[in-house]
């Protein structure tokens, strides 16, 4: 079996939250610039199955479109499944300029965890890494350089 490569294929983070996914999406929207495609909670689900009624208020299902037209999708772990965070990844932004960049880097660092300060390397003018205060992982890049 193999690839015909007929489809355009764009891989689309998937990120699950602690019952916070609606709070961090209506940030990230405000903060890159989006717009929420979708937020469906458990209660709003055409599904009618105890699993899916249990979600409530949790979101299945959110959507959001980021500029240039690619998509963060995103919900909350399911209430009977332990939540075991976010880890084994990051998410990478890459801005064309370091102005703007930064300015990103210092918003999503509000009340998160800066693990790599916002400075020169030899990829892009500057970078910096953080985790933000949804626990989510990211990795900022102003004037990427040729390598």
């Not at 294929?9 to 405000?30: H, S, T, V, W």
């Not at 953080?130 to 390598?147: E, P, R, S, Y």
Request: proline fraction near 6%.
């Amino acid at each position: 079996m193999s690839f015909t490569k007929t489809s355009t294929l764009q891989p689309i983070p998937y990120l699950a939250f602690n019952g916070d996914c609606a709070d961090a999406m209506r940030y990230y929207e405000k903060v890159l610039g989006g717009t929420i495609k979708v937020m469906m909670s458990g209660k709003d689900s055409p599904f009618k199955d105890p699993m899916i009624e249990s979600f409530g208020d949790r979101i299945l299902n959110a959507q959001l479109e980021l500029p240039g037209g690619v998509f963060l999708f995103a919900g909350d772990a399911p209430t009977p499944m332990e939540y075991q965070g976010m880890h084994g990844f990051s998410l990478t932004l890459n801005f064309d300029t370091v102005e703007e960049a930064e300015l990103i880097f210092n918003t999503l660092a509000e009340g998160g965890h800066v693990t790599m300060p916002f400075s020169p390397t030899f990829w892009a003018e500057k970078f910096g890494m953080l985790t933000d205060k949804f626990g989510v992982h990211w990795i900022i890049n102003g004037n990427l350089q040729a390598m």
